[in-house]
Nanobody, 125 residues
Framework: QVHVVESGGGLVQAGGSLRLSCVAS????????MGWFRQAPGKEREFVAA????????YYADSVKGRFTISRDNAKNTVYLQMNSLKPEDTAVYYC??????????????????WGQGTQVTVSS
């Protein structure tokens, strides 16, 4: 099994920045597309960003485009989400996920196979 662990969440003022990290176990990590999703209280989990195994394909939700940057370092089995210009509406639990089999559709939750426990991001006004 692949284990995924997120970290880096916290409380920040609107306009501030956070960098989330996601570490996955296993030597095959470099072959997995990875995604970031978030879920606010009372809301459905939604797509944030995704990156292919080699970083050649990157996708962002319209709500974060231009503010968030996803990247990966396969040598460290780690994917990052740099979040700048944070807004109160970015407040949510952020989840990292890995896709292992089947066709990858970057924005669809059901296409991901392994999920982390989530890390809380709170943005105050």
């Amino acid at each position: 099994q692949v284990h995924v662990v997120e970290s880096g969440g916290g409380l920040v003022q609107a306009g501030g920045s956070l960098r989330l990290s996601c570490v996955a176990s296993g030597r095959t990590f470099s072959n997995y597309p990875m995604g970031w999703f978030r879920q606010a209280p009372g809301k459905e989990r939604e797509f944030v960003a995704a990156i292919s195994w080699n970083g050649g394909s990157i996708y962002y939700a319209d709500s974060v485009k231009g503010r968030f940057t996803i990247s990966r370092d396969n040598a460290k089995n780690t994917v990052y989400l740099q979040m700048n210009s944070l807004k109160p509406e970015d407040t949510a639990v952020y989840y990292c996920a890995a896709q292992s089999t089947g066709r990858w559709i970057a924005t669809r939750l059901e296409r991901y196979d392994y999920w982390g426990q989530g890390t809380q991001v709170t943005v105050s006004s």
